[in-house]
């Protein structure tokens, strides 16, 4: 599922606390949202201006690591070579 260290990219994963805290802190500044960690904050400001495919592509491939290709296509993944 998304959200969970089987997600995480890069095998990176926050713990909870200096998450909420930098929320709180964030609610306490009437910030509108707050993305903790330089390499959440570098993703998520970069984000909009990469290719749409490129990050098409890469959704992708997190959603393949965290289903598996058989959920992702809704059936079995081909066949090397197979072409399709």
């Known amino acids: 599922m998304i959200g969970t260290r089987r997600a995480a990219v890069a095998g990176a994963f926050a713990e909870p606390e200096p998450v909420?805290?930098?929320?709180?802190?964030?609610l306490d500044r009437d910030r509108a949202?707050?993305?903790p960690g330089l390499g959440?904050?570098?993703?998520?400001h970069l984000s909009p201006r990469r290719p749409r495919t490129l990050v098409a592509a890469l959704a992708e491939r997190v959603t393949r690591k965290v289903l598996g290709p058989e959920e992702v296509r809704g059936g079995p993944a081909p066949e090397p070579g197979?072409?399709?």
């Open 20 to 26: 909420v805290r930098a929320a709180l802190r964030a």
């Open 33 to 35: 949202y707050v993305t």
């Open 40 to 44: 959440n904050a570098l993703s998520a």
């Open 82 to 84: 197979a072409g399709g």
